[in-house]
T-cell receptor, first 113, second 112 residues
């Protein structure tokens, strides 16, 4: 089945620095890779996703890169701001007729002013 | 539109008691999910329903049952609660197999 590993578990950066969070997955059939952001006490919300026919996707200060050969994908946040502080989750999705979305264990990002 | 509504938001149970978490969506989505969130363990899938009339086990189904009552509603039942089921439970929905997952606000359950 699908297994998603996420690193690091915590990440502290100074405002203005870049942050990178990495995930690896086990199922080579996976073809959809979303990233969710969860602020303290709130529900997770989608911030960006990528499909397997694309190597990179950008949306303002956030980007996701996908390496299907190595089976890993990464979230990049540039020019970090204090409001970026949250827990970020990657997820992997199997396209075998199942509807299962399996999440990584999360990365707590702290951006210090 | 309310989106995804979960009830109750908070619940305290004693070991062995039963309860049902309710989830309703007005987004006309086909797929519905129940996740639990524990510190350091991310979001783990309990059960999901790809469409009305179907349900399937996720990563951690033991101790839970579900019912997809109709297209709008997907309930999660704990027949005999255990302290290990203390967690925050999230219901989520999406239109179909891929795309954005929309979460409810969560239900915090404590089992004493």
């Amino acid at each position: 089945g699908e297994n998603v590993e996420q690193h690091p578990s915590t990440l502290s950066v100074q405002e203005g620095d870049s942050a990178v969070i990495k995930c690896t997955y086990s199922d080579s059939a996976s073809n959809y890779f979303p990233w969710y952001k969860q602020e303290l006490g709130k529900r997770p919300q989608l911030i960006i996703d990528i499909r397997s026919n694309v190597g990179e996707k950008k949306d303002q200060r956030i980007a996701v890169t996908l390496n299907k050969t190595a089976k890993h994908f990464s979230l990049h946040i540039t020019e970090t701001q204090p409001e970026d502080s949250a827990v970020y989750f990657c997820a992997g999705h199997m396209n075998t007729g199942f509807q299962k979305l399996v999440f990584g264990t999360g990365t707590r990002l702290l951006v210090s002013p | 539109n309310a989106g995804v509504t979960q009830t109750p938001k908070f619940q305290v149970l004693k070991t062995g008691q039963s309860m049902t978490l309710q989830c309703a969506q007005d987004m006309n989505h086909n797929s519905m999910y129940w996740y639990r969130q524990d510190p350091g363990m991310g979001l783990r899938l309990i059960y999901y329903s790809a469409s009305e009339g179907t349900t399937d086990k996720g990563e951690v189904p033991n101790g839970y049952n579900v019912s997809r009552l109709n297209k709008r509603e997907f309930s999660l039942r704990l027949e005999s609660a255990a302290p290990s089921q203390t967690s925050v439970y999230f219901c989520a929905t999406r239109l179909a197999g891929e795309g954005e997952l929309f979460f409810g606000e969560g239900s915090r359950l404590t089992v004493l």
